[in-house]
């Protein structure tokens, strides 16, 4: 802390939250230190932190302007669900942690919802689903916050369709770290007034502003929807299909790649089993239609284009229960993994070029002679290649296995991450894998919204 | 005559359980409010049915009884292993109660001609009763396992099963013909897949009515006339207060202390 005493802040904070709101015991404040990024990879949070808990704008704005007249670090907290610590306070200072702010408003007749930023997914999708409308994204764990969410303009699944985050956030309501608030965008599908600083916001991961309410864009409910699973005798069948699935007009809500191991031991951590037994790789598709009739002539169609390159014989699940255990299988493969490994990669690539990263990705797994066990966003080029432990250890080849899958994605036209972001694990690979000018203009902006760098300190750009 | 068993599945379309609302004045479910699924437990039973026929042959026969879009249900028993699928539909059959049901069902049955096995979910969501599939049994006069977890062995006469009931686990040999109730645990339901899809929906259902039943003379027994019971309220319970008591002393002076209470409590029972 500089400036002034941790008593001192303290009692101010008190002053603007009230007693209850602020924690400086560090054993009640455990689960605000961490994220869900793996532990060898994971910093470690700092000492001497205060969490403090606003319940309005007002008070965010206070704690700021408070913040930054003392120099004091600030690091806003969402659901802590993120995968690169970017919300771990890893210097003494404030954890802002915004829970208290769940206000949703549904606003029907214009497709959207106002949403403060600790509405968490699963209410948001509740909110939503009652007023006949639909979220699309889904980046998974639906104890993920609003505020989280466009701080790390997160995708997950659904992205072929629907796009991610950055697609649907219209407009934000933001607190300076002066403690200024500002509302960017708005209920509008059109906005061309200036540079877009919204734009700028989505995806900052708590660097440039605290994100306290969203404006987010809904569509109506598809009535009827089904997720099909498709063998492949391999990889690269797979991985042909999903091309030719993109161009025979139908666009699925996702096209995920998993491997019989990957998918079979989540479905084991989660007393479950996974329906599909045959093929060395496996597609896993979500389509939505308004009628049955429509979404089974779609479901043909996948279903032939991947007939001619020897898929097995796709199975469906239809009704929701079926449909949602198969996603949670699906999306609980990083917990079953998450015990043995060290890092999961984001790297994305040209949908196109999935396939050379794949093979390049074996070709490394075999020079190494290990296991790097892959699935991911086969329709968004977006694969998660799962960096493991060698008997409960770290081996040391790890930071050559990443530096190559990182420099591979960058040959093919990529980015080292897709949807996780850079947070505090990734910063010295997006120096290196940026262009100075580029580097250089995002440390300007950085500087122009938070001059005392008390925004997320040590995240994104260093 | 075809090889295996024959084996008919007792199905019934229930609205999706997390979306139906409940109308109090009526006290029914307003089956309007979500979309009709095949009951989940009944997924069970036919799981079970389609892993026999995979083991030791047979046909699949779905029986399901209500309105014509229950249709859609059989044509998903239909995608998930049963051969052929009749829907016992008249307006004369609405209203009926376990009873009614059961004796509806049991008619079907008989008409089907001779079976081996006859499986059925533990329950429906919609009525949680698990009389139905009893019933069946006892107006068919064969005998029945309900709650079976486990199908531990099979053969062309008999099967042996292992039954939950009460916390107790029993293991039952029963002669066929006799029929069992299945629960969640006794297997996990198959997805099918877009080939067998595609061929329930155009499948023929076989629709009977009254009439088909060849009980015109029961006719009482049918609907709602043939129903001794019905919903006189719907309330949702309110649970009494948990009596809280904390016990100190060495262990002996607990248990002595906790044993007298017991008895206490027990004498006043």
Request: with cysteine.
């Amino acid at each position: 802390m500089t400036n002034v005493s941790k008593d001192a802040l303290v009692q101010e904070l008190v002053s603007i939250v009230g007693k209850e709101w602020v924690v400086t015991e560090r054993e009640y404040m455990l689960s605000y230190l961490q994220d869900e990024t793996p532990e060898p990879v994971r910093p470690k949070a700092a000492n001497n932190l205060i969490l403090v808990k606003p319940s309005s704008t007002g008070e965010v704005s206070k704690i700021l302007r408070a913040a930054n007249q003392a120099r004091v670090p600030v690091f806003p907290v969402g659901g802590r669900t993120g995968l690169v610590s970017a919300c771990v306070p890893t210097i003494p200072g404030i954890i802002l942690s915004l829970e208290r702010m769940k206000k949703l408003e549904v606003d029907r007749e214009n497709l959207m919802v106002v949403a403060e930023a600790g509405v968490t997914l699963g209410d948001l999708l509740r909110a939503c689903d009652e007023a006949g409308l639909f979220f699309p994204p889904h980046p998974g764990d639906e104890g993920a916050q609003v505020g989280g969410l466009i701080a790390t303009n997160a995708g997950g699944v659904r992205a072929v369709k629907y796009g991610v985050m950055r697609n649907y956030v219209k407009g934000v309501e933001v607190v300076l770290a002066s403690g200024k608030v500002l509302n960017l965008g708005g209920k509008l599908i059109k906005d061309n007034a200036g540079y877009s600083l919204l734009h700028l916001v989505i995806g900052s991961e708590g660097t440039l502003c605290v994100i306290t309410k969203a404006i987010i864009k809904l569509h109506p409910k598809s009535e009827h929807s089904v997720t099909i699973i498709v063998p492949f005798s391999g990889r690269h069948e797979a991985l042909q299909a999903v091309q030719k699935i993109l161009l025979s007009g139908v666009v699925p809500l996702a096209i995920e790649y998993v491997e019989p191991d990957e998918v079979n031991l989540s479905a084991a951590h989660l007393n479950e089993k996974w329906p599909v037994q045959v093929g060395g790789a496996q597609l896993f598709i979500i389509l939505n239609a308004e009628s049955e009739e429509e979404l089974l002539v779609s479901c043909e169609k996948v279903s032939g284009v991947c007939s001619e390159i020897g898929a097995g014989e796709p199975v469906l699940a239809e009704t929701r229960e079926e449909q949602d255990r198969v996603l949670r299988i699906r999306s609980n493969i990083y917990t079953a993994l998450k015990p043995q490994l060290i890092d999961i990669l984001d790297v994305t690539v040209p949908p196109s070029k999935l396939g050379d990263l794949m093979d390049a990705v074996e070709e490394i797994a075999e020079k190494y002679g290990v296991h790097l066990p892959v699935y991911g966003h086969a329709g968004d080029g977006n694969l998660h290649v799962h960096v493991m432990k060698e008997e409960g250890k770290a081996p040391d080849y790890v930071a050559k296995v990443k530096s190559e899958i990182y420099e591979t994605g960058i040959r093919l036209g990529g980015v080292i991450t897709g949807e996780h972001g850079v947070g505090a694990i990734r910063t010295q690979e997006l120096t290196k894998a940026t262009d100075e000018a580029e580097l250089n203009l995002m440390q300007g902006i950085k500087k122009l919204f938070d001059p005392n760098n008390i925004l997320n300190p040590g995240k994104v750009i260093t | 005559m075809s090889k295996g068993l024959k084996i008919v599945v007792l199905v019934k379309q229930v609205p999706d359980i997390e979306k139906v609302r409940f109308d109090y004045e009526k006290g029914r479910l307003d089956r309007s409010s979500a979309e009709a699924v095949i009951n989940p437990f009944d997924l069970n039973a036919l799981e079970a049915a389609a892993q026999i026929k995979e083991k030791i042959g047979g046909v699949v026969t779905a029986v399901s009884m209500g309105p014509e879009q229950a249709k859609d249900a059989l044509r998903d028993a239909l995608a998930r292993g049963a051969d052929e699928a009749v829907l016992l539909s008249d307006l004369r059959f609405a209203g009926a109660d376990t009873l009614a049901t059961s004796y509806t069902l049991s008619c079907a049955v008989r008409k089907l001609g001779a079976f081996d096995l006859i499986i059925c979910g533990e329950k429906t969501i919609d009525g949680d009763t698990a009389q139905v599939g009893p019933e069946v049994a006892e107006f068919l006069g064969i005998p029945h396992v309900a709650y079976v977890d486990e199908i531990l062995d099979i053969s062309i006469a008999e099967i042996t099963v292992k039954s939950r009931l009460d916390g107790d686990n029993y293991v039952v040999k029963m002669r066929f013909p006799g029929l069992i109730t299945v629960t969640k645990d006794a297997n996990v339901p198959r997805l099918p897949t877009l080939k067998d899809k595609l061929r329930s929906r155009k499948a023929e259902i076989t629709v009977w009515g009254m009439k088909d039943l060849a009980c015109l003379d029961e006719k009482q027994f049918f609907g709602l006339q043939g129903s001794p019971t019905g919903v006189a309220k719907v309330f949702a319970p309110t649970s009494g207060k948990k009596k809280g008591q904390i016990v100190m002393g060495t262990p002996e002076e607990k248990a002595r202390r906790i044993a007298e209470i017991l008895l206490k409590l027990g004498a006043s029972q």
